[in-house]
């Protein structure tokens, strides 16, 4: 987790919403990668799927069995999905985002008939330090002129 | 969407999931794409997220303001997220998907309060074809060896 809140923190440095995701597989990091939906124009860009697409190319496969993934706040529904149709066996992350998030807010993705593959889910890991990462952004950004 | 089934059948040609998707802006068709999860490795590269990327990529752009999506299949919850994310102003979708769709079934996402942006959708197009495809598709993977 550590790891994810230093690519959301480089994100944040980017000018990009400083989110950051981590996939390890057996003990060993896959892909990393923070938010680059402004830097790429891809605004499916979010931290997890960058982290699980980086993870699928490294590993040349489409999905990502026994793998899991550290995101710094709680993955919006278009990332809740993507986790699950990558067949991601365990999710931490940091912060909820009761705004956007569709785990433990929102749809809440991985309780619905419609969703095939659930991850086991642990939250609020560095749950302060994901929250002010975000809240300072924003602060800052209101500041600017 | 006659464009949207052309891309969806050659989808099926490659071994992919007949899914087709095209965006237009202003009368113009500014992406077009099929479902290309198994040629990527890339569980993310739905028919709508990849014709999204594709557009935003052309145009230089992060959102997709003002343009209009056409898809085979109604959206699943990633792709129905990315949608909304993108600013698509009208979703135009072939036949239901009771099982993955996200649209006017499972978690109805442009009906929920964590959806900041909701498309226009009409259902129905060219419903009987497009669900045609994808059926020829999986009855002829049952009869391979």
Do not use: W
């Amino acid at each position: 987790m550590e790891m994810a809140l230093d690519e959301a923190r480089a994100a944040g440095a980017r000018g990009e919403v400083p989110i950051g995701a981590v996939v390890v597989l057996d003990g060993a990091v896959v892909a990393r990668a923070g938010n680059r939906t402004r830097e790429l124009y891809d605004v499916t860009a979010h931290a997890e799927v960058a982290a699980i697409r980086m993870a699928c190319e490294v590993l040349g496969q489409e999905r990502l069995v026994g793998a899991d993934l550290y995101v710094s706040l709680e993955p919006c529904t278009m990332c809740a999905a993507a986790i699950s149709f990558a067949r991601i066996r365990r999710l931490y992350y940091g912060a909820e985002d009761p705004k956007g998030g569709a785990v433990d807010n929102g749809v809440r993705f991985y309780a619905q008939p419609t969703c095939h593959h659930a991850p086991e889910v642990y939250s609020g890991l560095n749950e302060t330090e994901s929250a002010d990462i975000l809240r300072t952004f924003f602060a800052e950004k209101r500041e600017l002129p």
